[in-house]
C-alpha cells in the first residue's frame, strides 16, 4: 500500500508559477513510476507528466512540454511538478499516481494509487 499526499495547489493569475509536491509514504519501492493528472470540471481525467522512480526518465503531454517540468527526491520520495506560463486552461484538480509497474504510461488506469488532489486554478 502507498499512500500519496499532494501540495502547493492554489490560486495564481496567467503567466504565473506554481510547483506542486507528492509526498509518498508506505511500501515505496524504485521501480516505481510516479504520474501527475489533472481534471477539470466536466472534464476526463488527463495525462500531464510521468517520470520513473529508477533512471529519472520523464514524459509529458503535448499541451504542457517546454512549460512544465517533473522531477523527483529520492530521499524524500516526493515528486514535484514546476508549472510555468500557466494559462486559465491549466485550471484544473491536479492528482499524483504511482504505476507499481514502473512504466510511467499516460494511461491512468494503469495507476494503482493515487492522491487526493489539489487544485489549481489560473486567472486570466
Known amino acids: 500500500q502507498v499512500q500519496l499526499v499532494e501540495s502547493g495547489g492554489g490560486l495564481v493569475q496567467a503567466g504565473g508559477s506554481l510547483r506542486l509536491a507528492c509526498a509518498a509514504s508506505?511500501?515505496?519501492?524504485?521501480?516505481?513510476?510516479m504520474g501527475w493528472f489533472r481534471q477539470a470540471p466536466g472534464k476526463e481525467r488527463e495525462f500531464v507528466a510521468a517520470?520513473?522512480?529508477?533512471?529519472?526518465?520523464?514524459s509529458y503531454a503535448d499541451s504542457v512540454a517546454g512549460r512544465f517540468t517533473i522531477s523527483r527526491d529520492n530521499a524524500k520520495v516526493t515528486v514535484y511538478l514546476q508549472m510555468n506560463s500557466l494559462k486559465p486552461e491549466d485550471t484544473a484538480v491536479y492528482y499524483c499516481?504511482?504505476?507499481?509497474?514502473?512504466?510511467?504510461?499516460?494511461?491512468?488506469?494503469?495507476?494503482?494509487?493515487w492522491g487526493q488532489g489539489t487544485q489549481v486554478t489560473v486567472s486570466s
Open positions: 499516481a504511482t504505476d507499481i509497474r514502473g512504466r510511467g504510461t499516460r494511461w491512468f488506469n494503469e495507476y494503482e494509487y
Open positions: 517520470v520513473t522512480w529508477s533512471d529519472g526518465r520523464t
Open positions: 508506505g511500501r515505496f519501492f524504485s521501480n516505481y513510476a
